[in-house]
């Protein structure tokens, strides 16, 4: 049965990732399995031919066109050469909306370009050891102090942590509220390869997640962070 959900666009922007996939990540995937880590050149690269970012505006190098297709088409053709461990659709698919959405003038400005090129990568923490990925019983605890926001807790099971520049990081800001009381920060100080605009004192694991063990995935053991008040965003 012909499928009727993508238009001649779609058709072209999956033949054009095809041969992306070809070229960029079938000849080495193998490697960043064995190194449980995919190359950060291939971010660059995928930025650099418009695989990033589609519905983030032009004026921050994005693709400016608001339509999930583009991002279903990334994942099936992700998913039908068993390619998972990319990262590609988390950072399409899931923390645009929160930069889209939730960050302010300034903060888009810093981050989308990089995030439309390649030269940012993002994760989310949601995860928590114990509590698996429920929201409304998460541990970690975001607590103002002068400037910054101090983050506290242990998160788990992060893609693209190891490589990530950016990541949101859910914690609880007012816990005396109850159960639906929470909030999203944004803080590069998710993995030691992010921004020394924040700072952390606590350790990263790196378990490995077969089958898709090219996936740069980590968590954070119980310890503290800081992230500058700026780079936080309340939902």
């Given amino acids: 049965m012909e499928r009727t959900l993508f238009e001649p666009e779609h058709d072209l922007f999956r033949e054009s990732y095809r041969k992306f996939l070809d070229q960029h990540v079938a000849p080495h995937h193998a490697e960043w399995e064995q190194a449980g880590v995919v190359d950060r050149q291939l971010w660059l690269e995928a930025g650099k031919q418009g695989f990033l970012g589609m519905a983030v505006p032009e004026e921050f190098g994005g693709g400016g066109v608001k339509d999930f297709r583009y991002n279903a088409v990334i994942t099936e053709e992700t998913t039908k ?3 998972s461990g990319l990262g590609f659709s988390l950072h399409n698919d899931v923390i645009a909306p929160y930069l889209l959405e939730l960050a302010n003038d300034e903060q888009k400005q810093r981050w989308l370009p990089g995030f439309c090129s390649g030269e940012i990568i993002t994760a989310i923490a949601m995860t928590e050891p114990g509590t698996g990925s429920d929201l409304q019983g998460i541990k970690t605890r975001a607590v103002k102090d002068g400037d910054d926001w101090v983050i506290n807790g242990a998160k788990t099971f992060i893609t693209n942590g190891i490589n990530s520049d950016i990541v949101i990081v859910v914690a609880q800001t007012d816990p005396d509220k109850g159960r639906w009381a929470s909030h999203c920060s944004s803080s590069s100080a998710a993995c030691p390869a992010s921004s020394a605009a924040a700072t952390s004192t606590r350790s990263v ?21 800081s992230a500058p008040r700026a780079w936080a965003s309340s939902t």
Wanted: hydrophobic share 10%; charged share 10%.
């Fill in 205 to 225: 694991s790196r378990p490995r997640t077969p089958p898709s063990s090219a996936s740069p995935t980590c968590g954070f053991r119980p310890g503290t962070c």
């Fill in 81 to 83: 050469g068993q390619y």
